[in-house]
């Protein structure tokens, strides 16, 4: 009855934090050209933490954050059938984002609700 620790071992591999600086230096060179020097004060952030990869690996970790819509743990068709049942343990379905295959194009809500609303079907069902 522990509850369960969940890591989703965020920026765990190096390429991940160099793809991301590479996204921010992209950013800041464009922040910093001459057609945004009208509009441009001075930067704030990430401003002097941008110093070396060490401190932009470590702005990173501070600054990145996730849009905490993790999808596809349990996806259909592996962990779950297709009426959302967790094969292999009686009564027990999963209706949640985890279910979809990846991540929406959208924002999830859309597409956990109509999750919610087949499976409020299908439960009713029998």
Not at 9 to 17: F, G, H, K, Q, T
Not at 26 to 36: H, I, K, M, Q, V
Not at 58 to 75: K, L, Q
Request: contains cysteine; negative net charge; aromatic residues 6%.
């Amino acid at each position: 009855r522990a509850p369960a620790l969940i890591d989703p071992n965020y920026l765990s591999e190096p390429a991940d934090l160099s793809v991301l600086a590479e996204g921010v230096a992209l950013a800041r060179d464009l922040g910093a050209s001459t057609a945004f020097g009208e509009w441009r004060g001075e930067e704030i952030y990430p401003g002097s933490s941008w110093a070396d990869i060490a401190t932009q690996h470590d702005f990173i970790r501070r600054a990145a954050n996730s849009f905490h819509h993790p999808v596809g743990t349990c996806r259909i068709g592996s962990v779950v059938d297709e009426a959302l049942r967790v094969r292999g343990i009686a009564d027990l379905r999963v209706i949640d984002a985890s279910v979809l295959p990846g991540i929406p194009a959208a924002m999830a809500n859309a597409a956990v609700t109509a999750v919610a609303e087949k499976a409020s079907d299908l439960v009713l069902a029998g």
